[in-house]
């Protein structure tokens, strides 16, 4: 585990999730400001699983978290940390199932995880917004981030927001 909320468990992701990351990129409500085609099959979430997650864990030693919802003991999401090599910063992300939106819970997730940024030698983040995505944006500022510029990634126009973390919040 990597830290954990009232309502929440933040920890790595695990091969048994693969289900969950497949639903996270495949349903396209869940998709409307991220910029990739929707997951057809699990194996494709399995392939994302050992060569995208797995990999950030080993060559950074952080990568996005799994969200576990503890009154239903299920993922539900995920938030956590990205090196962003465009960038060469440390990315925030989160994204949720529709029926865990607007509870509070994307906040929440992230206060959490921006305490234990430090822990893995993460002293400032951003979080790439594409443009529309007023829900992220609030979420963004809600947790004390700033907007610092409009650029883009992926061939998308986004809101970059940053935050600068100090080891008092670990």
């Given at each position: 585990?990597?830290?954990?909320?009232?309502?929440?468990?933040?920890?790595?992701?695990?091969?048994?999730?693969?289900?969950?990351?497949?639903?996270?990129?495949?349903?396209?409500?869940?998709?409307?400001?991220?910029?990739?085609?929707?997951?057809?099959?699990?194996?494709?979430?399995?392939?994302?699983?050992?060569?995208?997650?797995?990999?950030?864990?080993?060559?950074?030693?952080?990568?996005?978290?799994?969200?576990?919802?503890?009154?239903?003991?299920?993922?539900?999401?995920?938030?956590?940390?990205?090196?962003?090599?465009?960038?060469?910063?440390?990315?925030?992300?989160?994204?949720?199932?529709?029926?865990?939106w607007r509870q509070g819970i994307a906040t929440e997730a992230a206060e959490a995880a921006l305490k234990a940024f430090?822990?893995?030698?993460?002293?400032?983040?951003?979080?790439?917004?594409?443009?529309?995505?007023?829900?992220?944006?609030?979420?963004?500022?809600?947790?004390?981030?700033?907007?610092?510029?409009?650029?883009?990634?992926?061939?998308?126009?986004?809101?970059?927001?940053?935050?600068?973390?100090?080891?008092?919040?670990?």
């Amino acid at each position: 585990m990597i830290t954990q909320t009232e309502r929440l468990i933040l920890r790595p992701f695990c091969e048994e999730d693969v289900d969950a990351l497949f639903m996270m990129n495949s349903i396209p409500e869940m998709l409307t400001y991220i910029p990739m085609a929707p997951l057809t099959s699990t194996e494709q979430a399995m392939e994302i699983f050992h060569q995208v997650i797995q990999q950030d864990y080993k060559q950074h030693g952080f990568g996005r978290w799994a969200v576990v919802h503890k009154a239903d003991d299920k993922v539900i999401g995920f938030c956590g940390p990205k090196f962003i090599p465009e960038y060469n910063e440390v990315e925030i992300g989160y994204r949720y199932f529709p029926e865990y939106w607007r509870q509070g819970i994307a906040t929440e997730a992230a206060e959490a995880a921006l305490k234990a940024f430090p822990k893995f030698g993460i002293n400032k983040t951003i979080a790439l917004i594409l443009e529309g995505n007023i829900g992220s944006e609030m979420v963004a500022k809600r947790v004390g981030m700033q907007w610092r510029e409009q650029n883009e990634f992926m061939g998308h126009r986004v809101n970059v927001y940053a935050k600068h973390l100090s080891a008092i919040e670990v």
